[in-house]
């Protein structure tokens, strides 16, 4: 193989249901240009994580705000119980919010980050800097 090649038979199978099964999986992030869907993509994979998980938080940092349309219901800076799921919420979010709120936030809703300190939005920024 050369450099740049490498072997991907250990590599998981792409599917919805890998994902899914990923019991250690904490964040998704779902990106893109314009109109690929990211918003239908966001909706969906909450909407199936709901069905496996304690609680489901998606986080919209889209100027746009699709979540409110995509879900027919008023979504706002603060996590919103979306209609038909006791335990998926939803929130469209200002990116430059302060992250410390934005935390708080999601430890209320999913309850990430509360056991470790380096969980959270806050441990994965520190990771990503």
Known sequence: MSEYEFDDEDLPDPSLKNIIEQDSLQWIFVGGKGGVGKTTTSCCLGTQLAKHRKKVLIVSTDPAHNLSDAFCQKIGREPTPIQGFDNLSAMEIDATEDLDKMQESMVDA???????????????????T
Request: proline letters at 0%; aromatic letters at 0%; hydrophobic letters at 30%.
């Open 110 to 128: 999913t309850g990430a980050g509360q056991e470790d300190d380096k969980a959270g939005i806050q441990g994965l920024m520190n990771e990503l």
